[in-house]
Each structure stands twice: as C-alpha cells, then as structure tokens.
C-alpha cells in the first residue's frame, strides 16, 4: 500500500506508544470515496473501509430458529482473513473465482483496531417463539454482530444505498447487491464449503 513507514511492532500491543502512534495515520487507500466518517477522527485513529472475509459459520438452528447456545466462531474460520491466517490458493477449493477476499464495511471504522480486521456472513436476527413455523432472512449487512459479551465483529456493507463491493480472491471486483439471496452470500463467504455457485453474482 506504499506505506513502507508504517511498521507495526506485533510483540506489542495496540495500546503501546509506538504502535498508537502507526494506528493514527491516515491511509487514504483504506477509505472508500463515499464514506461519511467525522471529519475530526475520534483518539485521531486511522479510518478504514474494508474487511477481510472470516468466512460463515452458523448462529441461528435452522430448524427451530432459536440461538445456537454458546456458540463461537469455529477454531479455524472457513474464509479466507482470521487470527494468524496463512490461507494459500490451493486451500481455496470452492474456487477463486467464487469466493470473497475483502468487502466494504461502514462499522467498526478503524484499521488498526483488532475487531474490525473482518467481517462474516451472519444469521442473526430477531427470533420468534420457540414453536413458530416462519422463514426467517437474515440480515447481511450493516450492522454489527457479535459472539460474546467482548467478542464483537461487524458486519460487511457500505454507505452506498444498495450495493456493497467486494474483491475476489482471483484479484477482481464486484458490486453485491444487498438484496442478494442469503444463501449465495454464505456461499460466496466461504473458501471450502462445496456449494454449487450456479448463477452470476
């Protein structure tokens, strides 16, 4: 990203002087154009706009649409960006072509905060009763989700009205409706879940 000064002590942790330091500078690649961040950053922390993808895992039981208990994400996430990832194109078997590297995120706007390095498919929502017969659709975008009480992640989306763009691990890019099936997007999240991507996205 041409930022050869920004250099990051990883035996440190965030809060330490020197990489508070790195954390505040603004890298204007990160920021889409269309963002509407303050214009006066909060602790003067560096904006981003874009997620890794983490993947899909499950929070919701299909069948009774009740939460999962206890559920966390899974010790080796089915995308492509988690903790101390090393993701290779051979591990991407659901192709390159059909699975999400980076996505827009309008939440959690800073690059060197921990929590907002990716961003998941998820499935929660509102639920009904435990004996209610209703299709529920999940809500893909815009809004944060979380795991835990101190485990936060956020969602993918963007402050275009109706789409959200995307890069793909083969290198292109490509404007995701937000209206697009739930499915295909759990589909297009994961690296090696063996779905059949059958239709154009």
Request: charged share 15%.
């Amino acid at each position: 990203m041409d930022q050869g000064t920004v250099v990051l002590d990883f035996n440190k942790t965030r809060n330490d002087p020197y990489n508070w330091k790195m954390i505040q500078v603004a890298i204007e690649s990160y920021v889409c154009p269309s963002a509407s961040y303050p214009s006066a950053r909060p602790e003067n922390l560096g904006y981003a706009s874009y997620r890794g993808n983490l993947g899909w895992h499950a929070t919701v039981d299909p069948v009774t649409h009740q939460q999962l208990p206890g559920q966390t994400l899974p010790g080796v996430p089915n995308g492509i960006f988690y903790q101390n990832s090393q993701v290779n194109l051979r591990d991407v078997t659901d192709g390159t072509t059909q699975t999400f590297l980076f996505g827009e995120s309008q939440l959690g706007p800073y690059w060197g905060d921990c929590a907002s390095c990716c961003s998941y498919a998820n499935d929660e929502h509102p639920l009904p009763a435990a004996n209610a017969r209703i299709t529920i659709t999940p809500i893909n975008f815009d809004l944060p989700h979380w795991r835990t009480a101190n485990n936060k992640y956020y969602s993918f989306g963007s402050f275009h009205s109706d789409v959200v763009n995307f890069t793909i691990v083969d290198g292109s890019v490509h404007t995701i409706a937000k209206n697009i099936d739930s499915a295909m997007f759990r589909y297009l999240c994961t690296r090696n879940g063996r779905e059949a991507i059958t239709i154009s996205f």
